[in-house]
């Protein structure tokens, strides 16, 4: 689905983005509910934009992480050929000595 960057709320406590608000003037009626609305019983939804901008924060971490994690794949796979394999333990050191030369 869409997420609401521009979530309005309503007197009777439901939320619509701009394209459902476009409904809303002209119906003066909540879609959901059916309670008359009047303009100014419309108030922006702030607690429901700051968790759309919470999770964008969120999805776009978890991006980096993800594209992150795959470099140093295929560092560690790139350079396999010239690491002798410890058991359990050769992603570990090659992450660790990836970190390492990067971040100095």
Not at 35 to 63: H, M, W, Y
Not at 67 to 84: L, N
């Amino acid at each position: 689905g869409i997420l609401m960057d521009d979530a309005m709320i309503l007197s009777c406590g439901h939320s619509y983005g701009s394209s459902g608000m476009q409904h809303i003037y002209r119906m003066k009626a909540c879609g959901k509910c059916g309670q008359p609305i009047t303009e100014d019983s419309i108030r922006p939804n702030l607690a429901l934009g700051l968790a759309v901008q919470a999770f964008r924060r969120e999805e776009e971490s978890a991006k980096t992480l993800k594209r992150r994690r795959d470099r140093i794949e295929q560092v560690c796979t790139f350079f396999s050929a010239y690491i002798t394999p410890v058991p359990n333990l050769d992603r570990c050191v090659c992450y660790m000595v990836f970190l390492n030369l990067f971040s100095l």
